[in-house]
């Protein structure tokens, strides 16, 4: 952003300038964590094999063919085939559509969601902020994994009913993370200078607030990244997911076993999809995470969660461990 | 003290009655008529106007919806929580039934989780950066990538080609038969162990490497107490508070997690009532579920909470 403001007042040179310090900070995050640069180059990868999903799968995933059932991996097809013939290395690339699309929509619309109500409960407060805490309280106290069936079963299992469902698992994390910020923002001078010049509410959250919880807020949508994808994954697994023939990770894998004898490839491949992407987002949300904000890391939870140390452990408190809260379906 | 125990214990009851309120809202508002839900669309039109009504009437699903969420609350409070709409047999049966397979499953796999996820950690700690804690924290890594249930089905799979083994699918209580009973139980277990495991290295590492910079740790050094005492006596205990907490956090992952789990292992649990009740549109059976889920997630984190006072001697609660 700044290298192309930058570009548009000054021509040629600051453009070249401007790029290179993204580039360098690049390089920066890759020396720094490498092992997160590694994940980010895999999640890359991921997300365009999905996009290309069309030119990168061999075969039409949904295409049956009755001669070639249950075929174990060989020269045409590297992953084997399905109970109908379906080619599987095809159904996990474009799986990985399905998957992808569904994580990253639920992870968008829950963090975003939740971020805004936690800009409005952090700087109004009050009993609109005491109403909201109850409420995200509640919404914590259910499973992930078993909230989003819940809801998945009562507004049907497509693909939008999916997207909201594991949407509204993530809202409470959002809501608190960010609402902690505007806590600390709205104490601060400059705010306190725009509520003395008259600015409304609305605008000092819009325009002082929200710049703000950018940085935490990619941070929480980071970091759930790989929650999403292993609750969809679950959800198709167990059968309230997204519905076939569209394939999907989780209902490959609950395909693999209607058969009598399960068969090997089936169950591998779609799995092994599944592990390696979260892997790759859980590397790549912990860089980012430590690069955008040491607040969130491992050491200031423990301060804030009460490492035994009195003061910070007499009011316990559940939220800040949330950074952790994975769901291991 | 005990002031403070009846408000946290006032408060959880408030939170729960919020969720119950939720479901209910969940469950009853969103979808159209639970009849054709339960009946499929086609079901539903072949019956006649009175047996409609009549079914409504017997599912208590006729009263207007206040009526039907106080007739629930006052179900849970008597016990009964109403009955399934396809078997006949009550939730209470289902889960008196099915639930002391999954809680084994969640006691031991937590269980797993500490047996692993201590030790681990205090290796870790005790030599940061060396060959075995880069190990230690890749594994960690890894396993929490994995998704439980698909580890899950890899391993009846490799039993049942390498071995020919497959654990019993039907319900085998611990008094009936121990051995039985474990063969069900120990999969789902381990699988979920090991994962809650991994979080618990990494904060038993985190929060040891932190402890064992303290003054006190140094003094203990100093007068010549032995390495092992040291970690262990003197820096361990107070590593250990947070690392209860994330137990306590984790568990609504276990909650979660073993639905799935026990899925991919065919165990008869619970967890397995749920998703059929879900897939079913089994309404009464899905709420009272959910709810129970829920219930406990609640109960532990505020015994999670209380602990504390318990086991750190410098907090007061007043």
Sequence with gaps: ?329 | MRKYLARRALFALGTLLGVSLIIFVVLRILPGDPLVAILGVEGHARMTKEDRVRIMHDLGLSDPLPLQYVHWLHDIATGKLGKSFFRGDTVADLILHRGPISAEIGILALIVSWLVGLPVGIVSAVKPNSSLDNIARSLAILFIAIPGFWLGMLIVLALLFWFGYKAPLIIVHFWQSPWQNLQIVIGPAIVLGLAQGAYIARMARSCLLEVIREDYVRTARAKGVVERRVVLGHALPNALLPVITISGVLLGFVLGGSVAVEQAFGVPGLGRALVTAVIERDIIVVQNLVLLYAAIFVVVNLLVDLSYAWLDPRIHYA
Excluded at chain 1, 41 to 65: C, F, R, S
Excluded at chain 1, 279 to 284: S, V
Aim: net charge positive; hydrophobic share 50%; glycine share 10%.
């Design chain 1, 1 to 329: 952003m700044r290298g192309w403001t930058r570009a548009s007042t000054m021509p040629e040179p600051a453009r070249a300038n401007g790029e290179r310090s993204v580039v360098r900070e690049l390089v920066a995050f890759a020396s720094r964590t490498p092992l997160s640069a590694a994940g980010a180059i895999v999640g890359l990868l991921i997300v365009a094999i999905a996009l290309g999903a069309n030119w990168v799968a061999p075969y039409d995933p949904l295409k049956t063919n009755f001669r070639l059932m249950n075929h174990a991996p060989d020269a045409h097809s590297w992953f084997g085939t399905d109970q109908v013939g379906r080619d599987t290395l095809s159904r996990v690339i474009h799986g990985a559509r399905t998957s992808l699309f569904v994580a990253f929509s639920a992870v968008l619309l829950g963090t975003t969601v939740g971020s805004l109500w936690g800009v409005a409960c952090g700087y109004l407060g009050g009993r609109f902020d005491l109403a909201s805490q109850r409420i995200m309280e509640i919404l914590q106290s259910f499973p992930d994994l078993i909230l989003a069936m819940a809801i998945s079963m009562a507004i049907g299992t497509g693909l939008p009913a999916v997207i909201v469902a594991i949407a509204i698992t993530r809202i409470p994390f959002g809501g608190r993370v960010i609402r902690s910020v505007a806590i600390t923002v709205r104490e601060m001078a400059y705010v306190e200078a725009g509520r003395a010049s008259g600015a409304s509410a609305f605008r000092i959250m819009r325009l002082h607030v929200l710049p703000q919880c950018v940085a935490p807020y990619l941070v929480l949508a980071s970091t759930h990244l790989g929650v999403a994808i292993v609750i969809e994954a679950a959800l198709g697994f167990l059968g309230v997911g997204v519905p076939p023939p569209t394939p999907t990770w989780g209902n490959m894998l609950a395909d693999s076993i209607t058969g009598l004898v399960p068969r090997w490839w089936l169950v591998l491949f779609p799995g092994l999809a599944i592990t390696i992407t979260v892997l790759a987002f859980n590397l790549l949300g912990d860089g980012i995470r430590d690069t955008l904000d040491p607040r969130l890391s491992p050491g200031f939870l423990r301060l804030v969660t009460g490492s035994g140390r009195g003061a910070a452990a007499a009011t316990p408190t559940r939220a800040p461990s949330l950074q952790e809260n994975r769901t291991g379906a």
